[in-house]
């Protein structure tokens, strides 16, 4: 059976809410269901239902622009137990008969979720996943399934569906000098970064206090902890001053129930936003999943989070992204170079981590697990680049003698 999601008596039968809160999602998509019942919607999410093994959903937007969304949700009800069941959820793009693929990432409370070009498998899915196509779409097909293909009570829901415009990237300034007298970290202290990690993320940053000449004199090292706020923060040019509250994160000192569960990159763009940082080196293991104190996912913020960081960038301030777990999907690192340089962000893998690369011209470090992290040095960020045309001159100098 398929059914259309238009403004019609249909409609009326099939919402178990109001027309009117169906009106700006029927504006901007047309939407057709297969095998599923549309059992609830708002301006931008749908809530699905089916008795059925394998069900779709075709989405077809009104007006051009990029297409987002959110999975979330997922699961069944059934008197039989299914200790092996597993779901697939396969999105397939196209614009002019062309097939476009999307892009997602999977961030550390999702790790048991595989991915394959436009495939999702999984046992459920915590929190939510955000999808979203680099190109213009005329219709986007997202089919369901289950594993063991048996006809339970599945359910899922689709949010933050919307059209935006490509958002602008301002370019990352470059850093003029090697000596940095205000410099800020931000460090994302949710529960997915574990014991381990979180001991060696402070270890490096506490080699950088002692080893940069961030905390000398009037030189000033903010290091910022976060979660769905600001858990702590501590401001300092007295390196034993830092090093102590270092301590208290790798100590775990600063968590709390509600703090831990969630990730707010805005509380700390709006913080580095406020001091004006010269240098703001942001370390997450996930995407932005809290807003304005409730769960909002990152596609909800993502036009808001882009603007944030081009007011740093224009602000003078350069950024450098420590991150985890968070390119699994390829293409999710184009997601993550439009927070810094875009298509010109210079990236390094975490695999070819090691002590002697220098990161004053890096942008983003992409790697899986902060193992890796012990093998870097942040302060090689300060490590001047030898000017080349000086060495010239020497050597021909040289060269006469």
């Given at each position: 059976?398929?059914?259309?999601?238009?403004?019609?008596?249909?409609?009326?039968?099939?919402?178990?809410?109001?027309?009117?809160?169906?009106?700006?999602?029927?504006?901007?998509?047309?939407?057709?269901?297969?095998n599923?019942?549309?059992?609830?919607?708002?301006?931008?999410?749908?809530?699905?239902?089916?008795?059925?093994?394998?069900?779709?959903?075709?989405l077809?937007?009104?007006?051009?622009?990029?297409?987002?969304?959110?999975?979330?949700?997922?699961?069944?009800?059934?008197?039989?137990?299914?200790p092996?069941?597993?779901?697939?959820?396969?999105?397939?793009?196209?614009?002019l008969?062309?097939?476009?693929?999307?892009?997602?990432?999977?961030?550390?409370?999702?790790?048991?979720?595989?991915?394959?070009?436009?495939?999702?498998?999984f046992?459920?899915?915590?929190?939510?996943?955000?999808?979203?196509?680099?190109?213009?779409?005329?219709?986007?097909?997202?089919?369901?399934?289950?594993?063991?293909?048996?006809?339970?009570?599945?359910?899922?829901?689709?949010?933050?569906?919307?059209?935006?415009?490509?958002?602008?990237?301002?370019e990352n300034?470059?850093?003029t000098?090697?000596?940095?007298s205000?410099?800020?970290?931000?460090?994302d202290?949710?529960?997915?970064?574990d014991?381990a990690?979180?001991?060696?993320?402070?270890?490096?940053i506490m080699?950088?206090?002692?080893?940069?000449?961030?905390?000398?004199?009037?030189?000033?090292?903010?290091?910022?902890?976060?979660?769905?706020?600001?858990k702590?923060?501590?401001?300092?040019?007295e390196?034993?001053?830092?090093?102590?509250?270092?301590?208290?994160y790798?100590?775990?000192?600063?968590?709390?129930?509600k703090?831990?569960?969630w990730?707010?990159?805005?509380?700390?763009?709006d913080?580095?936003?406020?001091r004006?940082?010269?240098?703001?080196?942001?370390?997450?293991?996930?995407?932005?999943?809290w807003?304005?104190?409730?769960?909002?996912?990152?596609?909800?913020?993502?036009?808001?989070?882009?603007?944030?960081?081009?007011?740093?960038?224009?602000?003078?301030?350069?950024?450098?992204?420590?991150?985890?777990?968070?390119?699994?999907?390829e293409?999710?690192?184009t997601?993550?170079?439009?927070?810094?340089?875009?298509?010109?962000?210079?990236?390094?893998?975490?695999?070819?981590?090691?002590?002697?690369?220098?990161l004053?011209?890096?942008d983003?470090?992409?790697?899986?697990?902060?193992?890796?992290?012990?093998?870097?040095?942040?302060?090689?960020?300060?490590?001047?680049?030898?000017?080349?045309?000086?060495?010239?001159?020497?050597v021909?100098?040289m060269?006469?003698?």
């Amino acid at each position: 059976m398929t059914k259309h999601l238009v403004l019609s008596v249909v409609v009326c039968i099939t919402f178990l809410i109001p027309l009117k809160a169906t009106t700006n999602i029927a504006e901007s998509f047309k939407i057709t269901t297969h095998n599923v019942n549309v059992k609830e919607s708002t301006e931008s999410s749908i809530n699905l239902r089916s008795e059925n093994d394998s069900y779709s959903i075709k989405l077809e937007p009104n007006r051009e622009g990029k297409v987002i969304f959110s999975l979330s949700g997922i699961g069944y009800t059934s008197t039989g137990r299914f200790p092996n069941l597993t779901f697939g959820v396969e999105i397939t793009g196209y614009h002019l008969d062309e097939v476009v693929y999307p892009s997602f990432s999977i961030d550390g409370n999702n790790s048991d979720t595989q991915a394959e070009k436009n495939r999702l498998s999984f046992r459920r899915i915590h929190g939510s996943i955000p999808v979203w196509f680099n190109d213009q779409v005329d219709s986007i097909k997202i089919e369901y399934s289950n594993s063991l293909s048996v006809n339970v009570h599945q359910y899922l829901r689709i949010s933050d569906l919307k059209i935006i415009s490509t958002p602008d990237v301002s370019e990352n300034p470059d850093l003029t000098s090697c000596k940095h007298s205000n410099i800020m970290i931000a460090v994302d202290g949710s529960s997915s970064i574990d014991k381990a990690e979180r001991m060696i993320i402070g270890n490096q940053i506490m080699d950088f206090v002692r080893q940069s000449h961030a905390a000398k004199d009037s030189h000033n090292l903010c290091v910022l902890e976060f979660g769905s706020d600001v858990k702590s923060i501590v401001e300092s040019s007295e390196k034993k001053v830092l090093l102590k509250a270092i301590k208290s994160y790798k100590k775990n000192k600063n968590r709390s129930r509600k703090s831990i569960s969630w990730t707010n990159w805005s509380v700390a763009f709006d913080e580095a936003i406020q001091r004006k940082p010269e240098i703001f080196i942001f370390i997450t293991d996930g995407w932005s999943n809290w807003n304005e104190s409730q769960p909002s996912s990152f596609i909800a913020q993502y036009e808001e989070l882009i603007s944030k960081s081009n007011t740093l960038k224009a602000n003078g301030t350069r950024l450098l992204f420590v991150t985890s777990n968070m390119d699994r999907h390829e293409n999710a690192k184009t997601v993550l170079s439009k927070f810094l340089n875009g298509d010109q962000t210079r990236q390094l893998n975490g695999e070819m981590a090691n002590i002697n690369i220098g990161l004053h011209n890096i942008d983003l470090i992409s790697m899986q697990g902060f193992s890796k992290m012990s093998e870097l040095n942040l302060a090689s960020i300060f490590r001047c680049p030898v000017n080349e045309e000086k060495l010239v001159e020497v050597v021909e100098y040289m060269g006469e003698e």
